[in-house]
């Protein structure tokens, strides 16, 4: 099961809808990737720092935009989930049968 299927249920379907279009739009740079870590940028009206990350069971997520700062999933980081599963960035995420999402 994707990455993407695993955590889809964490984030609202407008976050979803606005990251895939970022995802499809190419916005998302990975900068370094690990079997248990993403680091990229993503390109909106700002560039923005996301970090994807397997820690002890939990899938923690950052960015440096100001939604994710109020303590909401974005859009910058649905859109990095997306651009780790088309390049399986995270096989350890495929080994896991459930993942929960932790706000780092």
Known sequence: MSLAAKVSHEFAARIRFRGTQY????????LRHSPARVEAVVQGGN????????????????????YFDEGEECKHIWATIL????????????????LALWLD
């Open 23 to 30: 995802f499809h739009d190419g916005a998302v740079t990975v």
């Open 47 to 66: 560039p923005y720092a996301v970090r994807l990350a397997l820690v002890n069971g939990k899938f923690a997520v950052a960015c440096t935009c100001p």
């Open 83 to 98: 651009e780790a599963d088309e390049h399986n960035y995270l096989p350890a995420a495929s080994q896991q049968k459930r």
